[in-house]
Each structure stands twice: as structure tokens, then as C-alpha cells.
């Protein structure tokens, strides 16, 4: 079986827990971690870095650097898959920073969005918009397929 981490703040538990039952589907173990009250606990976990996949909900998580000033989650050695939902903007200031091959962006938004955040911000590989009211199930299938696709 293999093991999924989610990382989330207090807003997105409710998606937290739908793509968790979505990926279980899919043999997926999953860990659910609430940065908001398990930073510390989620960011131990994190290190040992042996999940399959992690998914993380609006950008949680990556405020966590290395001691060098990189951005921690690219030292993972799995896939991720980053749910964007929130104000483009305020992602700045995470974007702007090197970002791994690895890393696979889903914004909610226009596929205008999408193209002008590539523009914007080299650093991402791969990223899909979807509608704002679209079934989050064909967002994580997608956001799954690419990643057996990248294996």
C-alpha cells in the first residue's frame, strides 16, 4: 500500500478529508496533518520522507525552510500534488523560490490563470486549472493520473 501525506490548515479540513477518501480508493494509506494544531508532529513526519505522495491544500507548508533558506519540501523525494484555492497573489512570495520537478500545481481559476502563473513564475513545471465548481474527485483523478504518468 502506498502512503499519502495531506498537509492543511484549518480551512481546508473538510477538502483534506474528501481527497483522503478519494486517494484511499486507490490504496492510498493517508495521513492527515492540520498545520494549524500538528506543525511540529507534520514537519517530523515530513522528514523521515517516506511517503509516496504529498498533498498539500492552498500552499500549507511551504513557510518551512531549510537552514540554507530553500524551500523544504523540495528535499522530499515524492511526488506532490498542490491544491490551489485561494487569492494568486498571496502566493508570491512562495513561487518565486526554486521549486522541484516534482511538484504538480491544481488551481481552482481560469486556465488563464494557470498560464499567467507559468509565465510569472518559472520555477513551476506543471500546472492545470479547473473550474471553481468543478467535482473535487476529477480534480484529484487528474491530479493522481499525472502523477502515475511521472513514475
Known sequence: MKKAILVYG????????KVALILQKWDYECLPMN???????AYKRLAQDDFDLLVTFDMAGFEKGTE???LFYNLLSCKTIHLLYGDKQAYARYLSNKLSLAMLFF???????????????????YIKAF???????????TAF??????D
Open 145 to 150: 493520473a499525472e502523477v502515475e504518468r511521472k
Open 10 to 17: 484549518d480551512k481546508y479540513e473538510n477538502e483534506a478529508t
Open 35 to 41: 498545520l494549524s494544531e500538528q506543525q511540529k508532529e
Open 68 to 70: 540554507t533558506g530553500a
Open 107 to 125: 488551481l481552482l481559476g481560469k486556465e488563464e490563470d494557470a498560464q499567467k502563473m507559468k509565465e510569472k513564475y518559472p520555477g513551476i513545471y
Open 131 to 141: 473550474p471553481d465548481d468543478i467535482d473535487r474527485e476529477i480534480i484529484v483523478q
